[in-house]
């Protein structure tokens, strides 16, 4: 049970990244952003400010034009990535007592996961050519992963 609620709090965190990266791509093209400074201090805006989820979405919404079915999937999505994280044990506990129960609960948070990593895939064609321009193309991004990875690795071996 909490490996599926890790995986679906999980997803919803890179589901609010997505978020700051389409809102911190849209404001380095629209504010012109010309040296590495400028684009460096609006990413570290983004990254670390307080806003919720809701509030990243709003801005999203205000600078991105969301299809219908897109709009209304990140609404249902963000309200029960809002349970999950805020109400779910405390309302879901009874179904701890049977089979049946955990099985429901399961479901329910398998079900939001998918959903999440769906919308998420659909959500790159608003802002895949910010990202392009930026040089970050798949090949890239998969670099960066692997470096990050080998460097993880490397603090085993000291």
Do not use: P
Request: proline content about 0%.
């Amino acid at each position: 049970m909490y490996a599926y609620f890790g995986l679906a709090v999980y997803f919803g965190q890179v589901l609010e990244e997505a978020f700051s990266i389409m809102l911190w791509t849209n404001r380095i093209f629209k504010n012109q952003a010309k040296s590495t400074k400028e684009i460096n201090d609006i990413i570290d805006t983004i990254e670390n400010s307080k806003k919720t989820m809701g509030n990243l979405l709003n801005e999203v919404k205000q600078n991105y034009g969301l299809s219908e079915k897109h709009l209304m999937t990140l609404e249902d999505v963000l309200n029960r990535r809002n349970y999950i994280v805020h109400k779910f044990f405390k309302i879901e506990i009874h179904k701890f007592h049977s089979e049946i129960g955990k099985k429901e609960m399961i479901k329910y948070l398998c079900d939001f996961t998918d959903d999440t990593v769906e919308i998420d895939a659909e959500l790159n064609q608003y802002f895949q050519d910010y990202k392009l321009r930026l040089g970050f193309t798949d090949a890239r991004i998969d670099e960066i992963v692997a470096e990050m990875k080998e460097k993880e690795l490397a603090r085993d071996n000291k």
